[in-house]
C-alpha cells in the first residue's frame, strides 16, 4: 500500500527478515525516550541481530500472528505487530504493539499501520478481538486508538510505577473485527 506523507512515498508491507536492523534500532530507540514503554533503558538488554530476527521469523511463521512495517524513501520508520493468544479458549483474540521513529510521529504512519493490521484482522478467519494496552499519559495514542474504533474495556489503576511519587494507568482497548 503506498500512502503520501510529508510529500514523500510512504510503503505500508508486511515486514520480512531484512527489516530487523532497523526495527531494533527504531525499539531501542522508544525504550531510550522512556515515556511510553514499560521496559526502562537501564533494564534492557541489549537484544542482538539475531534474536531480533529469530523474533521477526517466529511471526512469520504463525499464521495468527503478523509484522507490518512502513517506509519512506526505503526507510523503516515504524511498525505494527500483532501476536494471538495460544490457548484454544483466547485464540481468536490477540494484541498488538506499535512503534514508530520519534523523528515520524503525528504524521499519520500510525493510522496507516493500524488500519493495514485491521483490514488484515478483518480477513483473517480466526481472528475476531484485537486488544492493546496504552499508557494513561499517552493521549496522542489513545486518540488514534479511539479514532479507529477501538474502546475503552478496562483500566489498570497505578500499573507502572514512573518514580517514587508518579504513576501511570494501563488503558485496555479492544476493537472487534
Not at 58 to 83: P, Q
Amino acid at each position: 500500500m503506498l500512502d503520501i506523507i510529508n510529500n514523500q512515498n510512504c510503503v505500508i508491507r508486511t515486514g520480512k527478515l531484512e527489516d530487523a536492523e532497523a526495527l531494533l534500532e527504531i525499539s531501542n530507540s522508544v525504550i531510550s525516550e522512556g515515556e511510553y514503554f514499560i521496559t526502562v533503558s537501564e533494564e534492557l538488554e541489549k537484544k542482538s541481530l539475531k534474536e531480533q530476527r529469530e523474533q521477526i521469523q517466529e511471526v512469520l511463521n504463525n499464521e495468527k500472528a503478523t509484522l507490518i512495517v512502513a517506509e519512506i524513501n526505503d526507510v523503516v520508520v515504524g511498525s505494527i505487530v500483532f501476536r494471538s493468544n495460544k490457548l484454544k479458549r483466547l485464540s481468536h483474540t490477540g494484541s498488538i504493539s506499535m512503534s514508530i521513529n520519534e523523528n515520524y510521529r503525528g504524521l499519520g504512519i500510525g493510522k496507516l499501520l493500524l488500519r493495514a493490521l485491521l483490514g488484515w484482522a478483518e480477513t483473517h478467519p480466526l481472528i475476531e478481538k484485537v486488544s492493546l494496552g496504552v499508557f494513561s499519559t499517552n493521549q496522542r495514542a489513545i486518540s488514534l486508538y479511539q479514532s479507529m474504533g477501538f474502546i475503552e474495556e478496562g483500566r489498570k489503576v497505578k500499573e507502572f510505577k514512573i518514580n517514587e511519587n508518579k504513576y501511570v494507568d494501563d488503558i485496555l482497548m479492544y476493537k472487534f473485527v
